[in-house]
């Protein structure tokens, strides 16, 4: 779905720069790539907390170890 929004607003030809925020779990590099060939210069993610034990007991069905540090996908 990301892929082909990006395949849209690639053949309009010109980008409108926006932001968005996002789980960490969602985000691929994939993903990253065509939201900043959309326009997309910035993404918020949130993960709460750097403790499973935490992340376990809010019931956020996340593991740290999938999230993964990407440097400079932007």
Request: one cysteine or more.
């Amino acid at each position: 779905m990301v892929e082909e929004f990006a395949q849209t607003v690639e053949s309009y030809g010109e980008a409108v720069p926006f932001k968005i925020q996002s789980r960490a779990d969602l985000i691929s590099e994939s993903t990253a790539s065509a939201l900043k060939r959309a326009g997309c210069t910035e993404i918020w993610m949130g993960v709460e907390s750097g403790s499973q034990k935490i992340l376990d007991a809010m019931d956020k069905g996340i593991k740290l170890s999938t999230i993964i540090q990407r440097d400079n996908v932007f």
